[in-house]
């Protein structure tokens, strides 16, 4: 069962750009504060693959096929996790989704369809 909902996916020409967002106001800020909060993506016929992971103040972890083009970003008030597409790519297309793991219980998505056109 998803427990997180995220938003933001859709259909862009490659070159554009998605911004994909998911709350997390279940989660307490004194376990959000020391979760890891990812971003992962499945491609039709592929596994899935973490694209993108930050905990507390550390320097955020991309794969290597989205780096420099991708952002992860958090606003712990908020307890939203967000994940800016820069210059997206037909490679790109997939379901993504929102992973947040606490010490105790990993939280999920349903997960959200990214589609890039040529």
């Known amino acids: 069962q998803a427990q997180l909902e995220e938003s933001g996916g859709g259909t862009v020409q490659a070159g554009g750009s998605l911004k994909l967002s998911c709350p997390a106001r279940r989660i307490i800020l004194s376990t959000w504060t020391s979760s890891t909060l990812n971003w992962y993506r499945q491609a039709p016929g592929k596994q899935r693959e973490l694209v993108a992971s930050i905990r507390g103040g550390e320097i955020p972890n991309y794969l290597d096929s989205v780096k420099g083009r991708f952002t992860i970003s958090k606003d712990n008030i908020k307890r939203m996790v967000y994940l800016q597409m820069d210059s997206l790519k037909v490679e790109d297309t997939g379901v993504y989704y929102c992973?947040?793991?606490?010490?105790?219980?990993?939280?999920w998505g349903r997960g959200t369809q990214v589609t890039v056109s040529s």
């Open positions: 992973n947040v793991k606490t010490s105790g219980t990993d939280y």
